[in-house]
């Protein structure tokens, strides 16, 4: 097995090639003038089973074209099996169809990897793993919130209350829960499927007092974490802190988080950025020792 060195994800890949002991294989890549991607793959991969690190935050289509194209590269140059390893899963919120005349981007994107050459997937806190059903190829996800969890622990906030912002994210406070050993709840969110806006509402859990994580897949722009914090405000929350999986921060996101009060954002490194606390290089890299011995 071997480890390709996706340009997006090249640190992370690096610590995965540390901590397992596998081959890195480094990619050459630029881009041509009119934007076009070029990449070449820096040492041989022929009858190897071949991992890439590659992940698909913005800029989302550049990296997912430089992903396909290793997959291509990488079957070409003779691997028996390629393994794309996306710590963060791009077009994944489109996993079904809104509105009258959209398509399903995720399994299009799926359908684009496999004719690429990916065989296998694993991505980590996918938006909704059900989507992962429809991929032409075994695609599975892995969770980082355990690791976040503990990341608070060794903060001091031990049976700190894990809340989601919505319910489709309680199984995610659940998961936190079991790390923190306080209690966890959701608040209800509406997202209006035209105009995207999203409402709010608290739910009679007890908060007063007390120290609350708001854990979530993505923070994108801010808005669902910076609601959240008002609404825990008026709960009376003692201290508030936010975490996901995937940090993606658009613009001034950050700051707006912090400013509604919220003491700190975490995330994780599948999206690298100020906020990238918790390396994936532990989880990602035990999942591939598995996969290795198995
Ligand atoms: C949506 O359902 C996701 O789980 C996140 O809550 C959402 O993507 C966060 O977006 P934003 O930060 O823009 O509110």
Redesign the pocket.
Known sequence: MKIVLGPASKKLGESIAELTGLEPVQVAHKTFPDGEAYIRLESPVQGDHVVIVQTTSPPQDSRLIQLAFIADAVKRNGASKVTAVVPYLAYA?QDKIFLQGEGISIETLARMLGTAGVDALITVNV?AENALTKFPFPAKTISAIPLLAEYFVKKGCKNAFALA??K??MYIAQQAQSVLGGEAGHLE?H?DIYTGQ?TQKGKDFNVKGQTVIIF????????????AAKILRELGAARVFAA?AHP?L?GD?EKRILDAGVEEVVGTDSVPSNASKVSLAPLISQELKALKSG
């Open positions: 919120r938006h912002p919505d489709g994210a969110k997202r999203t979530d897949d993505i923070i994108s722009t801010g808005g669902t974490i910076v609601g996901c993606l658009i996101a």
